[in-house]
């Protein structure tokens, strides 16, 4: 729960730029925390002590750890959805596209850890009003790219980006957790050869998951199977 400190004119104590500064400063001491600890582990005093604040001054530009967590995000989000433009723009093969959408997607380690942790981060204590603010960013988000990537490639057409990031998502994330597994687990499953169905290999699945979404929306690249 956020303490009760009263601030008095705290909104004037920094300048636009001085701001900007300080929760760019946090920003980068709490990544570093996310990746490295189980998200319900990581507190306000932790991200305070390591970003050389004390609490009530992280409390003047975060309510909580919640919407840290979402900043966070939002920096990885885009440079991933920068590459993801990149990579419809360069008019490879189908084959070649879907190739490098999973290569390079997972590479970004930090990314990936954040991602299946969204939406238990939006349920947990962010205000209707944060969570509008968000939401709206992802919208606009996905209607930009969906323009532009229908523009640069033939395989998403208008109105077809939409849809194709959540489906890439959702299936990006359950094999994700899947392929997660304890030091236990994986001994189990190199002793145990009836067992391989659950060795999930992330990007393999990835790439035959994909190659039958394209299919299904564009039935031209069937013969691509």
Same mark, same amino acid.
């Given at each position: ?18 701001? +900007? ?89 930090? #990314? +990936? ?5 969204? +939406? ?6 962010? +205000? ?32 077809? #980006? ?64």
């Amino acid at each position: 729960m956020r303490p009760m400190v009263v601030l008095i004119g705290v909104s004037m104590a920094y300048s636009t730029e001085e701001r +900007n500064k300080k929760k760019r400063c946090i920003v980068g001491a709490a990544s570093e925390i996310f990746t490295e600890q189980e998200y319900r582990d990581v507190s306000m005093r932790q991200i305070a002590e390591t970003a050389n604040m004390g609490k009530a001054t992280l409390y003047n530009f975060f309510d909580s750890k919640e919407e840290i967590f979402i900043e966070i995000y939002k920096a990885e989000l885009e440079l991933w959805l920068e590459e993801v433009l990149d990579i419809f723009s360069q008019q490879l093969s189908l084959q070649e596209t879907i190739e490098l959408l999973v290569s390079k997607h997972c590479k970004r380690k930090k #990314f +990936n850890k954040l991602m299946p942790l969204l +939406n238990t981060v939006l349920e947990i204590s962010l +205000n209707a009003d944060f969570l509008r603010k968000f939401k709206s960013y992802l919208l606009n988000k996905v209607v930009y790219l969906d323009t532009e990537i229908s523009k640069l490639s033939p395989y998403l057409k208008d109105g077809d #980006f939409g849809p194709f990031i959540i489906h890439y998502t959702a299936h990006f994330n359950g094999l994700y957790l899947m392929e997660q597994r304890s030091a236990t687990l994986e001994r189990i499953l190199e002793q145990d050869s009836s067992l391989e169905i659950f060795a999930t290999d992330l990007e393999a699945e990835m790439k035959k998951y994909l190659m039958i979404y394209f299919s299904y929306i564009n039935k031209e690249y069937q013969n691509e199977l």
